[in-house]
């Protein structure tokens, strides 16, 4: 199957300002993505999700990005605090409403710097 | 509320062994999914389950087994392990409605060594 991928395998942000984590998809068919994030030793967490009829969702201090003209995907956190280390992953679903589970991003490592 | 259990923790594994991950959800999810994660490669659905006794083959099902037999609970075998399975091992649920995906909610792994 087609790949989900990430621009750059670690980011390091200052504590305070905002984070952009970025990920490119492959697959035009996809119609569903989620951000995930996975603390050390934990499972990965939902962080946000996104539909393809939809190009902006925000949450609480997030905000997901879909861009499905140049298929980029980006998880923009306000005011990064120390709790934001992890790595954060992109998923991706195209089985048109179906289960047949995610397609995920080798995953950002996001450092906060005191 | 639990949400997803998985047992054991972890485990060391000699090569040739069979070996039975568990998984049990009680969130009433229709839909149960298996991953791996290795290092550099995220995420990989091994197999998933759309409902009570059906599953389907993900990306990387070599290897593994697996079965559906009610709404909470699914297991994972590997038959006889082998190295390459060393990994890390995660079971996720999620909702499935007509038309509609839903998140996943991931347990909080299995680390499995095959020697």
């Known amino acids: 199957g087609e790949s989900v991928g990430l621009h750059l395998p670690t980011l390091s942000v200052q504590e305070g300002d905002n984070s952009i984590i970025n990920c490119a998809y492959s697959?035009?068919?996809?119609?569903?993505f989620i951000w995930y994030k996975q603390e050390s030793g934990k499972g990965p967490q939902f962080i946000i999700d996104?539909?393809?009829?939809?190009d902006k969702r925000q949450g609480q201090r997030v905000t997901v990005l879909l861009n499905k003209t140049v298929k980029h995907l980006s998880l923009q956190i306000a005011a990064t605090q120390p709790g934001d280390s992890a790595v954060y992953f992109c998923?991706?679903?195209?089985?048109?409403?179906?289960?047949?589970?995610?397609?995920f991003g080798k995953g950002t490592h996001l450092i906060i710097q005191p | 509320i639990a949400g997803i259990t998985q047992a054991p923790t972890s485990q060391i594994l000699a090569a040739g062994r069979r070996m039975t991950l568990r998984c049990t959800q009680d969130?009433?999810?229709?839909?149960m999914y298996w991953y791996r994660q290795d290092l550099g490669l995220g995420l990989r659905l091994i197999h998933y389950?759309?409902?009570?006794?059906?599953?389907g083959k993900g990306e990387v099902p070599d290897g593994y087994s697996v079965s559906r037999a009610n709404t909470d609970d699914f297991p994972l075998t590997l038959a006889s392990a082998v190295p390459s399975q060393t990994s890390v091992y995660f079971c996720?649920?999620?909702?499935?409605?007509?038309?509609?995906?839903?998140?996943?909610?991931f347990g909080p792994g299995t680390r499995l060594t095959v020697t």
């Open positions: 996720a649920s999620s909702v499935l409605g007509r038309d509609s995906i839903y998140e996943q909610y």
């Open positions: 389950s759309n409902t009570a006794g059906t599953t």
């Open positions: 996104i539909r393809s009829n939809m």
């Open positions: 697959n035009s068919a996809s119609d569903y």
């Open positions: 969130m009433r999810h229709n839909a």
């Open positions: 998923a991706e679903n195209n089985s048109g409403g179906g289960a047949d589970g995610l397609t």
